[in-house]
């Protein structure tokens, strides 16, 4: 299984770049993309592939799934809560990370247009506010998947943490001192 989990590894590490340029049309002036986490909807017989990026007013959602990709522009007043737990006894993916977004009230959600611009097929589709009706259907997770296990760095926690506390939405970490232990530990052996 290792070696199978390090080419997954590698295959989102490369896909970073892609839910970048899916996310990018999204921003809103200034905004841009800092921090970034990757996984999969399940750790096993996965479905989908997930990207959370940050910029300071918006977490982006970029999932791909055998038929197509979304983007989301999520602003952090429109989420709910949102939790991540860290798996001691997992080697591969260890953070598992939950969304809820309110599904009716602050901030305006936004996605990518279907299609193209007419006579523009390399230009984005420019990015639209979600109707009520989908943005109720995200919230229950219809569209695309809102949890899974993903691979996040200290520098992700922590630049979420301070974006959802400035933001007034709760977020719960559970398992951080666990995961600096166990990074601590593969440090130790890659030294030895």
């Known amino acids: 299984m290792p070696i199978l989990h390090t080419l997954k590894q590698t295959v989102l590490d490369l896909g970073r770049g892609e839910?970048?340029?899916?996310?990018?049309?999204?921003t809103v002036g200034d905004e841009s993309l800092d921090r970034s986490a990757a996984g999969l909807d399940s750790r096993l017989g996965e479905r989908a592939v997930m990207f959370w990026l940050m910029s300071d007013r918006a977490l982006f959602l970029v999932v791909g799934e055998d038929t197509m990709d979304h983007?989301?522009?999520?602003?952090?007043?429109?989420?709910?809560?949102?939790?991540?737990?860290?798996?001691?006894?997992?080697?591969?993916?260890?953070?598992?990370?939950r969304?809820?977004?309110?599904?009716?009230?602050?901030?305006?959600?936004?996605?990518?247009?279907?299609?193209?611009?007419?006579?523009?097929?390399?230009?984005?589709?420019?990015?639209?506010?979600?109707?009520?009706?989908?943005?109720?259907?995200?919230?229950r997770g219809e569209v695309v998947p809102l949890?899974?296990?993903?691979?996040?760095s200290p520098r992700f926690r922590g630049a979420l943490e301070r974006?959802?506390?400035?933001?007034?939405s709760p977020l719960t970490i559970t398992g951080a001192d666990a995961a600096e232990r166990s990074a601590r530990l593969g440090r130790r052996r890659e030294t030895s």
Request: proline share 12%; charged share 20%; aromatic share 8%.
């Open 99 to 139: 969304l809820s977004v309110h599904a009716v009230g602050p901030g305006s959600i936004t996605r990518l247009e279907s299609g193209n611009p007419p006579g523009q097929p390399l230009q984005s589709p420019p990015p639209v506010p979600l109707t009520d009706v989908e943005r109720g259907r995200l919230a």
């Open 19 to 26: 839910a970048k340029a899916k996310a990018k049309p999204l």
């Open 163 to 168: 974006r959802m506390e400035l933001a007034g």
């Open 71 to 97: 983007a989301f522009r999520i602003p952090y007043e429109a989420i709910a809560d949102m939790t991540l737990d860290f798996d001691e006894n997992a080697d591969f993916l260890p953070w598992y990370v």
């Open 147 to 152: 949890a899974g296990f993903v691979a996040c």
